[in-house]
């Protein structure tokens, strides 16, 4: 299982980093583990959403440990987003 992240473009959120949890045809279902849980996602129409492609090594290594789509929890979530926020700001 791919596990992807995406940056919001638009709305109160914008520039927010979430992983996405479900996809349908218009619209993507993020959560960030914290705010936006696994139980209640943040539905995002898909062209307000840009889906980051390259992800530092930290980040993937997150992202691999998880097999399955059961395994991903609120706790997991929240530490794959912060670690990609860190990783940002600290290339600012």
Same mark, same amino acid.
């Given at each position: 299982?791919?596990?992807?992240?995406?940056k919001s473009?638009a709305?109160?959120?914008?520039?927010h980093i979430y992983?996405?949890?479900?996809?349908?045809? #218009?619209f993507?279902?993020?959560v960030?583990? &914290?705010?936006?849980t696994?139980d209640s996602p943040?539905?995002? $129409?898909k @062209?307000?959403?840009?889906?980051?492609?390259h992800l530092?090594?930290?980040?993937?290594?997150?992202t691999?440990?998880i097999n399955?789509l #059961?395994?991903?929890?609120?706790s997991k979530v &929240?530490?794959?987003v912060?670690c990609?926020?860190?990783?940002? $700001?600290? @290339?600012?």
């Amino acid at each position: 299982m791919n596990i992807y992240l995406g940056k919001s473009l638009a709305g109160h959120d914008k520039n927010h980093i979430y992983v996405i949890f479900k996809e349908e045809s #218009d619209f993507f279902f993020l959560v960030n583990g &914290s705010t936006k849980t696994m139980d209640s996602p943040k539905k995002k $129409n898909k @062209k307000h959403v840009q889906i980051i492609k390259h992800l530092p090594g930290e980040v993937r290594a997150l992202t691999e440990e998880i097999n399955s789509l #059961d395994e991903l929890v609120d706790s997991k979530v &929240s530490k794959i987003v912060e670690c990609y926020d860190d990783y940002i $700001n600290s @290339k600012k």
